[in-house]
């Protein structure tokens, strides 16, 4: 693969970023990697594991002479953030961000940024519950989609050579506009989230009553519920306040089925209950089909720790 970028600033060194660098630089997609984060450790930690090939303190220096600024933070600061390095940005730089939300972070960001910088908002469909610098691995975004989602008139050229960027990290890129981006993303990933969060949150409240024993004698489902309930507190509080309505809108949808069910298993409708999980259960095995996941045991999923290790061989 051909260098895309001469120099990319990372803004915030978590996973995404993380493995955003080691996917960079598998592929030889930047000349350099400069990175900061808000945090004392965080850096220390990312200088410690040459995560970038340079960190720095601040965001108003890890920007100067990039030609890509990726902001990596949560969707709630991402104006700030903004406003922070807007000064400081080259002309004719290509700022994106990857966020989960998409229409608020355009009405954050966009009215910052100086006429000549081209912002193009994107969205990696991958993660992972784990965070921080040590996270990230190169492997994160092969065969995941990331979503583009630049406004009518921003530079194609910048929007090309950034999706060049994400499919020489191994991802498949499409653009979408984003006010839909954040009705589907409502129902694939923000919604299940707060579902998630609710029925750990019940979980912990029976333990509580039955001593251990939830924990303890937690089956596969519940512990899938944990998995996406450990995921980061900060970034998914601004999640659903930032993607209110479409949020909102699911729930509703979402609360209607329930009722539905609960009737269903309240008057014994066996046909009605047997009907729906055939229907949603020809959805998960339409994810596997279109290599979005696997039937393997665990998922397939392999332990951060081992991923470490066979990279180490």
Not at 21 to 39: K, P
Not at 44 to 51: C, M, P, Q, S
């Amino acid at each position: 693969m051909t260098r895309i970028y001469d120099r990319v600033a990372l803004i915030g060194l978590g996973l995404i970023a993380g493995s955003m660098a080691h996917a960079m630089r598998r592929a030889g997609l930047a000349g350099e990697i400069v990175g900061t984060a808000r945090s004392t450790e965080t850096r220390e930690t990312a200088r410690k594991i040459g995560l970038c090939d340079r960190v720095v303190d601040t965001a108003a220096e890890a920007v100067g002479d990039a030609d890509l600024v990726v902001l990596c933070v949560p969707v709630g600061v991402m104006g700030a953030v903004a406003r922070e390095v807007a000064p400081h940005l080259k002309p004719g730089a290509t700022v994106t961000d990857v966020g989960s939300v998409k229409r608020d972070v355009i009405a954050e960001v966009a009215p910052h940024l100086p006429e000549g910088v081209h912002f193009v908002p994107g969205h990696p469909l991958a993660g992972t519950e784990h965070s921080g610098p040590t996270s990230g691995f190169a492997e994160l975004f092969d065969n995941r989609y990331v979503l583009l989602t630049p406004d009518e008139g921003t530079d194609r050229a910048a929007i090309d050579g950034l999706r060049r960027l994400w499919e020489g990290c191994g991802a498949n890129v499409e653009e979408m506009d984003a006010d839909h981006h954040d009705l589907v993303l409502a129902v694939t990933s923000h919604t299940p989230h707060l579902i998630a969060y609710t029925m750990v949150g019940v979980a912990d409240d029976l333990r509580r009553v039955t001593d251990s024993e939830v924990i303890k004698y937690s089956a596969a489902g519940f512990r899938d519920f944990t998995r996406i309930a450990a995921s980061d507190p900060t970034m998914w509080r601004d999640v659903f306040l930032s993607n209110k309505d479409a949020t909102l809108e699911i729930l509703g949808r979402f609360t209607e089925e329930l009722f539905a069910l609960q009737r269903a298993i309240r008057t014994g409708d066996g046909e009605h209950l047997h009907a729906y999980f055939t229907r949603t259960r020809a959805i998960r095995r339409g994810i596997i089909e279109a290599g979005q996941d696997t039937d393997a045991p665990d998922f397939g999923r392999v332990p951060v720790a081992r991923r470490r290790e066979d990279a180490a061989e």
